[in-house]
């Protein structure tokens, strides 16, 4: 018994020793959202493809790491980076002060404009009286979400959603008068398919740092200096040996990374 | 841990506990009156009213109320039928759509409770009805239902807490009840437990005044059922 007990003390110590010192980078698990085409969603056979897909496991081969992809929902995908469910996230997510509060960024990966999103014919030219009292959908816990609520929180109702295929789904629905997202992310994941035939861009192309931040960067837990040097490694070696150029041309016809 | 952001927010909880108190209370009201007349027709009921009944219940018991709301509020929305019809401004508006599967869902778990405590309603208390020459509609009416009330307040008030922690799915569908509220200010700040922690105290306060409430009719109700040591009419002779 007593033997039986010294192994199983034996055993803890290894096992806390073992996750100790496992962060030698050789596997990494990343975070991604899953449903917000055409950066990140799950095809048909369900499996999860799109931009921010291939640019996490193109920097998995850059850095020599092995990568495992863990979905995420949104409104959770700093939390469970905190809570190390993963280690770093490699979805769209923007460059923000307040994100740099809880979390590290590397360089940014890419980098596009927001932009509203409204029916054809609903609403002639933009101003704030011509969106004042419409409903403004919006996914939670998004640089549009911050941007929209100090902007135009008075002017507007704001409705909420989890993912970006919701507020879609409520558009066409009626719900919403106008949406505000990423206008790459609108012009390919709703204008260009046929449920967004009916739809248009409106309004000025919006960039504000103070909302949108620098660019779309990869979230790594504070305490991981060393993964954020290893991804901004990987990033430069991909834009320069041709993956990124590759995996841009695969969804994009134009120069995504910005300037 | 920062407490001071949900102070400076306090506003917001308010809205949501607005939002959840009054979607609550109307959906438990509604589902209610829906439950009665169902839980007295599945018990004296012929077989072809009481089959849409139980599917009608088999159907709302049988699948989680997300399922439902979504069904509703996303499901219904696909169908230009519907759209195009006189409902679409009701199932157009997210209120409307949790308000719809809440009572529905409610109603569901009430009626079948209902059910239960009016087929265990004592055989003597019929047969005395019956004796004075009651009509079967006064009898449901003065006897029987009274007492299935009585008999069902307990499980009910688990239902009307279920109900109060179901409506947290309103938040999915861009309600700002009280869980909306704290994943707002989740989203903002970063901060799932000052957020979540909040929502929970605002939940467990009106948990404990149900309970308080459900605790007083209790009271009241079994009334008949208390020791009387203090009714001056039955004392102890000299």
């Given amino acids: ?80 980076l905190l809570a190390k469910k993963y280690d770093a996230i490699v979805a769209s997510m923007s460059i923000t002060e307040e994100r740099k509060q809880k979390v590290a960024f590397t360089n940014k990966y890419y980098q596009t404009p927001a932009k509203f999103v409204c029916k054809k014919g609903t609403i002639a030219e933009f101003s704030r009286d011509a969106i004042k009292g419409k409903k403004v959908g919006v996914q939670r816990a998004t640089i549009h979400d911050r941007y929209l609520t100090d902007n135009y929180g008075n002017d507007v109702e704001i409705k909420r959603y989890g993912t970006q295929d919701e507020a879609y789904l409520d558009l066409t629905a009626g719900r919403v008068d106008l949406l505000l997202a990423d206008s790459v992310a609108l012009s390919d994941g709703f204008l260009k398919k046929p449920e967004g035939a009916d739809y248009q861009f409106i309004g000025p192309d919006l960039s504000d740092p103070k909302w949108f931040g620098d660019g779309a960067g990869i979230a790594i837990r504070k305490e991981d200096t060393d993964l954020v040097e290893k991804f901004n490694m990987a990033i430069d070696k991909i834009r320069s040996d041709g993956t990124y150029k590759t995996i841009q041309d695969k969804y994009f016809d134009f120069n995504v990374y910005g300037e | 841990m920062d407490f001071t952001l949900i102070f400076e927010n306090i506003g917001i909880y308010f809205t949501g506990l607005q939002n959840t108190v009054v979607l609550v209370s109307i959906s438990l009201v509604l589902g209610l009156l829906l439950a009665v007349p169902l839980a007295v027709l599945l018990n004296y009921g012929n077989n072809s009213i009481r089959l849409p009944i139980r599917a009608y219940i088999y159907f709302f018991r049988g699948t989680p109320l997300l399922v439902q709301m979504f069904l509703v509020y996303y499901g219904f929305g696909q169908f230009d039928l519907i759209k195009d019809s006189l409902l679409w401004p009701f199932f157009k508006e997210a209120y409307f759509c949790a308000l719809f599967a809440f009572t529905l869902n409610t109603g569901a778990y009430t009626a079948e409770i209902l059910r239960g405590a009016i087929k265990a309603t004592n055989h003597g208390e019929i047969e005395a009805a019956m004796a004075a020459g009651m009509s079967k509609l006064l009898m449901i009416r003065r006897i029987i239902l009274p007492s299935a009330f009585r008999r069902a307040l307990p499980a009910y008030s688990n239902e009307i807490i279920f109900m109060l922690h179901g409506s947290a799915l309103a938040s999915v569908i861009t309600i700002v009840d009280i869980t909306g509220a704290a994943r707002i200010i989740n989203s903002r700040y970063y901060s799932p437990y000052e957020a979540f922690v909040t929502a929970a105290v605002f939940y467990m306060t009106l948990t404990f005044i149900i309970v308080f409430l459900v605790k007083k009719l209790e009271v009241r109700w079994f009334a008949h059922l208390q020791p009387q040591s203090n009714n001056p009419a039955i004392e102890a002779p000299p």
């Fill in chain 1, 1 to 80: 018994m007593k033997r039986l007990i010294a192994l199983a003390a034996l055993m803890v110590c290894a096992l806390m020793v073992s996750t100790a010192s496992a962060k030698d980078w050789s596997k990494v698990r990343i975070g991604v959202e899953g449903a917000y085409p055409p950066f990140s969603y799950v095809t048909p056979a369900g499996e999860l493809a799109g931009f921010d897909i291939d640019i996490a496991k193109a920097l998995g081969e850059a850095m020599g790491a092995e990568v495992t992809l863990v979905a995420q929902d949104w409104d959770g995908i700093i939390p469970a």
